[in-house]
């Protein structure tokens, strides 16, 4: 799929995808909830908008080309990926509703696009990748999202 079709799933399909999950689907990987996952999400994506910056880089300078090349490639994120930046146990949600969850999640990537749209040469930091460009992010945030559509049982292509 090309950056545009990304972009477009990412900005039309994604939210809509995982209202059709039932909030009580565990997960087939993993220890958060729909509700935790979706809003997990939400803020890597306002990282991705740079409305959230990382205090500190996961990666070794050393290591970025590679983890660029894999950004880069179509594969997948495995199962259980472990992120350094996560606490063991999920974070409380913080959205009395799933739906309100759903919603923050599609008003972030609405303004994601947006502050790439107002700034189309913005980089942002992602402490894992390093920084990315609006495509590179929207790489990032697609195999990010097929990894947790994938994590409660819908599979995308």
Do not use: C
């Not at 972030?108 to 920084?131: C, E, I, M, R, V």
């Not at 790489?139 to 990010?144: A, E, G, P, S, V």
């Amino acid at each position: 799929m090309d950056h545009a079709n990304k972009r477009t799933f990412l900005l039309g399909q994604f939210v809509p995808l995982l209202q059709q999950i039932p909030s009580d689907t565990l997960p087939h990987w993993g220890k958060m909830t729909l509700q935790q996952m979706t809003e997990h999400f939400s803020d890597y994506v306002r990282l991705a908008a740079g409305k959230i910056v990382p205090k500190e880089m996961v990666t070794p300078p050393s290591q970025l080309p590679q983890m660029l090349a894999f950004l880069e490639s179509e594969k997948p994120f495995r199962e259980n990926t472990p992120n350094p930046l996560m606490p063991e146990v999920p974070a409380p949600v913080r959205n009395r509703s799933i739906a309100e969850a759903f919603a923050e999640l599609q008003g972030a990537l609405d303004q994601f696009d947006a502050t790439f749209a107002a700034n189309p040469h913005l980089t942002t930091l992602n402490p894992f990748f390093g920084d990315l460009n609006f495509q590179q992010n929207v790489q990032l945030l697609y195999k990010h999202a097929t990894h947790h559509l994938r994590q409660f049982g819908v599979t995308i292509g």
